[in-house]
């Protein structure tokens, strides 16, 4: 082919493909958190990554249609979907005769926002989800589940977090408390931005709302209550008595008796009035998930509970609540961070390489060794046996065997560790248990 | 909400989504599969799913444009992919000056097609793909590879195959022989039907394309030629001299002879120059599996070897083989067929069913077992006894443990097994004792 007419192989800015040696980890990562979702009794769910536009969009309040990859295909208007709930939402709605509540599913996928590419924004990005949804009624167990499920997760990982935990009931009662209820998403929206805006901003803005020099007090004094529940509660409690704040101070004492029956690591979570979480869907219970230590760092997931999934879909109420790890955000993160494991260099166990004629005898070994779960690799390609060498030490496979007409014969190998050197004269078998 | 603003919850006409039983069973299979692609030495690559129009519709000759889900964001004309070959070749022509060769990347994941959808045709399907990619050559081991790694995939499922394997330069060969290659792709597209429309029609239709009767007999007799190797072999050499179409058999024999080296079952694989795959891009070996008895049923996958991957993007010469499950229709096949495994109602193994104001302690017990590695959960929903009971029994779950004030104060539980009815009192750690 003409060079003239080459096509550059790019791939879309914004779209996220990581190197093999890194994808290893990556796909590890996401195996031990599937393993921990199915332990804690979660089934898996993959919902198409098309949907109708008026499923996606039935909630969007216009500001998701920009965002959203959509298009049209004969006379159906369809999306990529943006998130994994209302997907879930689509599946419980049309699945409720069936299903056994409390629902427990978990989905572990790629979602898409058409937003302008930026330095750990993708386009194309993984999210884990595991949701609880319950018919009619939710015990607050559940809440208690999805935090544990975030320390389950990341102890895994070996990336240990602390969880922090409020009530958006805290502030919608202060809120009532303060006749401000007309102006309550303005003002929830401005409170959440307290750790990025500062507080002289955070009162200038609320002034600006018309809100009165008292409540602007109490708003902050409430986002800045953190602890342990006990010393939250005591907080708390000289703020209001508003029945609903009240209200969400037992629900939160509730979950905090339920994660101690969990026998959760006290030094996993914490209560934070301050953690709000922008979505509107959240009706009680929310959290986020902070890795241990690094708090200057994004949360990691968040999650929270919601009064009614699928309201746009069904009759039939369906309260739940759900966390999420935002996968591709945190790889990113830990990578930018170097707080990565280093990545192998090679999945290759051992490195088998034929002399002259023998070949197929290497491939024979290489069969043995692979149906015995080692990684071995012959080196059939056409190179000299130098170059090979230095191919093995290049790619970094521990263990090789050079194999020609004297180990053919006697049937004795000489099993050489490149890390340290030594070489060990050994049978197949022999071979194998110090591969294993 | 006001039920006649109900959306109705509908996904996508020839979307794919199982239910989360058989998801739990079609997601086993993804596991196995990974499983061996990795102890044969693949690594994994997660390519997005959208990608530049330029890049996705290179090789296209317009018939893929028509089926291919497509769409515009600002000035960018994008696709989603609709297999997993072009995004490989666009990953190996961007990398190719720091990969290893041979390149080994295997690939499970979706992609996109919007025909019309019908029976057993999805637009939206896993792919697995394994492929070995060469720099300027690629030794014929790298086609027995991709051939063994059929019957390890599928022993690792529990569904044997047949993997029929011929080399297309036989038929190549033929045509030259015959003075036909002008019409060499017509013919082939021909013979490829041969299944499909009979030897009859095949016939009028060679004839209608000015094909002279003795090499219409030629073409049929080759297509024909099913067996061992020595049995092709033996009957190929009669047919035919041509210098391609010899070279075709020594390059089966040299697939053949490393199949034998790598121990595969020679129940496994025969060679059947009927095999043809319609791919353009395949230009050696081809092969395709199907199961162990029932050739009836499609075949669940077909690869081949290709003389330069990524020609459009690269002035480097890349040659390959690849092999490719087509894991959506594979399990659709199966379950229509009755052929797959009876699924578990429930994924639970063990249910707590809280008496009184014991709900702390189940909880407690739950997470015990959980950390032990069994699937416990705990009926926290506020039902009646007997309604838990009856959920129980109705999800199919193993064992249940009744807690209440006794078993509290004993720290002994009535472990029930829900199959056979036996009841034993047990401390916890005989408990998990018996439930692993």
Chains 1, 2 share one sequence.
């Not at 098309?50 to 369809?78: H, N, P, Q, R, W």
């Not at 419980?92 to 572990?108: D, G, H």
């Not at 999945?347 to 070949?359: A, R």
């Amino acid at each position: 082919m003409n060079e003239s007419k080459l096509i550059s192989p790019r791939k879309l800015a914004g779209f996220w493909e990581l190197p093999p040696e890194k994808e290893i980890l990556f796909e590890q990562m996401q195996e031990k958190i599937k393993k921990v979702f199915e332990t804690n009794c979660f089934v898996p769910l993959d919902t198409p990554v098309l949907e109708l536009s008026e499923i996606l969009l039935a909630k969007s309040s216009g500001e998701m249609d920009k965002e959203v990859f959509a298009f049209t295909k004969g006379s159906t208007s369809m999306c990529m979907r943006y998130d994994l709930t209302v997907p879930l939402a689509r599946f419980v709605a049309s699945n409720a005769n069936t299903l056994e509540f409390p629902f427990k599913r978990y989905q572990i996928g790629k979602n898409y926002r058409g937003e302008k590419p930026q330095r750990g924004r993708f386009r194309e990005f993984y999210q884990c989800d595991a949701d609880i949804i319950g018919n009619e009624a939710l015990s607050l167990v559940a809440d208690a589940e999805c935090v544990k499920l975030y320390l389950d997760c990341f102890n895994a990982l070996g990336y240990p977090v602390v969880v922090e935990i409020s009530n958006r009931n805290l502030l919608f009662g202060l809120i009532e408390d303060c006749n401000n209820s007309d102006k309550a998403e303005e003002i929830i929206t401005l409170l959440d931005k307290f750790d990025k805006i500062g507080e002289e901003n955070l009162v200038k803005s609320l002034a600006e709302l018309e809100i009165n020099e008292k409540c602007i007090k109490k708003y902050i004094s409430a986002i800045k209550v953190k602890g342990s529940f006990e010393q939250v509660k005591e907080s708390l409690t000289k703020i209001s008595n508003n029945p609903l704040f009240c209200q969400a101070i037992s629900q939160l004492e509730e979950v905090n008796s339920y994660l101690n029956a969990f026998n959760c690591d006290k030094e996993g979570y914490i209560f934070n009035v301050g953690i709000i979480r922008g979505h509107n869907y959240y009706t009680g219970t929310v959290f986020e998930a902070y890795l241990k230590g690094r708090r200057d760092l994004p949360a990691f997931g968040g999650g929270g509970r919601y009064e009614n999934l699928a309201g746009y879909f069904t009759d039939k109420k369906l309260p739940g609540v759900g966390m999420s790890i935002g996968l591709t955000r945190m790889f990113d993160l830990l990578d930018q961070n170097g707080l990565l494991p280093e990545v192998k260099k090679s999945n290759i166990d051992l490195f088998i390489i034929p002399l002259g004629e023998y070949l197929k005898d290497c491939i024979s070994l290489c069969a043995y060794f692979r149906e015995n779960g080692i990684k071995a690799e012959v080196a059939y390609d056409n190179k000299s046996f130098k170059s090979k060498m230095k191919e093995a030490d290049r790619r970094g496979i521990p263990y090789i065997l050079v194999v020609g007409e004297n180990e053919v014969n006697s049937g004795t190998f000489a099993l050489k560790n490149m890390t340290s050197g030594e070489q060990q004269l050994l049978s197949k078998e022999e071979c194998l248990k110090v591969l294993k």
